[in-house]
């Protein structure tokens, strides 16, 4: 039997380690400049990632909830209106919708635990204006697939706080869809020393329209031309960005190698449902998430063996009490529902070893 260790869930020192003589330069020069708030390392990322991502603006906010509230408050969208999610999806995705006053409208996902294009045509009315394609665990949304059956009066917002560097179609998340959400929070694969998010767009009126309501409604000082808000990019969030962006496209390599390595340990164990990756995806494995009954005693029992590991997500957004208010109970997403009784995240990160994912395995193992 294999002795007892500690394999961690996320272990974010290995990646600081590796650029932490950068960053410690890059936020040293922030502190020279005194440029704490957006400034020139903040427009430096800003370019650095929306070329990244294939698009024309990327605006640096304050985390990625608000990148999602800010970008559909700036589309217009408010009372009565109705944008279609996920069930399975974290809370900010649905927060974002009520905050500005519209109805989250819940459908349920697929075995690859993507959006349902099924659910959702079935689920649009003349009161739709946003489609949020949320690319779930690492992998993209069918982002075309939507298109095809809501039009294009229908805006594709992407929730990308799961998929920086994935492709769909060898276009890179985020750049997708009409308008795209980010959270660079620490532990995404691309993460920031604290809470950063941003907004993606081609579009060069809702990229200005968002640099004023992310601003308190103006872009220079004391100009307020709309009721905005304080959610802006600081420049040592920004420059620790740009430090781990250089290394973003090898780190998700290791994330795929270390991927590859649990489904070769764990492939043609029956009791065990390793996670899908849907036609046309480059994965980049925000979590390694894979589903085995009687998940509570497992998870109890990982845990004891000294294994991180998570949920993600426990309930489905339609059975939690701050989305009661939509009236909808137990049985109307079944799919969401039957995986959030399933699935366990295990450790997953760049430098996770060999011998660590093997004892995870055998942990998992010994307990089904």
Known sequence: MQARRTVPFVDLAWQTARIREVTDAAIARVIDSSAFILGDAAEAFERSFASYCGVDHCLGVANGTDALELALEAVGVGGGDEVILPANTFAATAEAVARVGAVPVLVDCTDDYLISVEAVAEAVTPRTRVVAAVHLYGQAAPVEALRSVVGDDVLILEDAA?????????????????????????GKNLGAFGDAGAVMTDDVDLADTIRKLRNHGG????EHSVVGRNSRLDGIQAAVLSAKLEHLDEWNQLRRDAAARYGDLLGGDER????????????????YVVRVSDRDRVLAGMAEAGVGVG????????????????????????????????IISLPMYPGITADDQEYVVHTLRSLL
Do not use: C, M
């Not at 872009?219 to 004391?222: L, N, S």
């Open 162 to 186: 799961q998929s920086q560097g994935a492709l769909r179609g060898g276009v890179p998340a985020g750049g997708l869809g009409d308008v795209a959400a980010t959270s660079f929070y620490p």
């Open 219 to 222: 872009i220079a000082r004391y």
């Open 272 to 287: 065990v449902r390793l996670p899908l990756v849907a036609d046309g995806n480059e994965h980049v494995y925000h979590l």
């Open 311 to 342: 949920v993600h997500y426990p309930k489905p957004i339609h059975l939690l009490p701050a989305f009661g208010f939509l009236g909808l109970g137990e049985g109307r997403h079944p799919r969401a529902e039957r995986f959030a009784t399933e």
